[in-house]
């Protein structure tokens, strides 16, 4: 019995930790000024993210994939923006998945960063990060690119 309840606070003590260390690469009020978070979400399943990229999840369920945390972050004129984080299994799947989105223009973030109009990804270490354009952003990736280098220092 006591070894039970040992395991159940050992188990319960893990998952925040991996909750609270996920959740330091969410961008904040702080990191960008005149922008804030509308949403969220943090996943960890396989049922979780065939539901979260749907017809999408053939492209990813190869790459390991062992957390994605989303969120949508909204600033001035009404602008809005969507990060997606993916952790992976490794450096190795990482750089794949980023090799699916790369374009030609190359963006100084991460171990490899590219930007396309309204579109900003890189990989860095695990992770696979995704900036994208949801509304009056498209001609303006600065803005992109300054999530996507806040994001990979807190990687």
Request: aromatic share 12%; proline share 2%; charged share 25%.
């Amino acid at each position: 019995m006591k070894a039970k309840n040992l395991a159940i606070i050992f188990f319960v003590s893990l998952l925040a930790v991996t909750c609270a260390s996920t959740r330091r690469l969410l961008i904040k009020k702080n990191d960008y000024l005149g922008w804030r978070m509308t949403d969220y979400q943090l996943l960890s399943t396989g049922k979780d993210y065939a539901n979260y990229l749907k017809e999408n999840y053939h492209l990813y369920s190869g790459y390991g994939l062992k957390m994605i945390l989303a969120q949508e972050i909204e600033g001035p004129d009404q602008m809005k923006m969507k990060v997606e984080i993916f952790r992976t299994r490794g450096r190795e799947d990482a750089s794949a998945l980023y090799k699916r989105y790369q374009s030609f223009s190359q963006v100084n973030v991460g171990d490899a960063g590219s930007e396309s109009p309204g579109l900003v990804c890189f990989y860095k270490g695990p992770y696979f990060v995704k900036v994208s354009a949801l509304r009056n952003l498209l001609d303006k990736n600065n803005y992109l690119i300054n999530v996507a280098q806040l994001i990979s220092a807190k990687i």
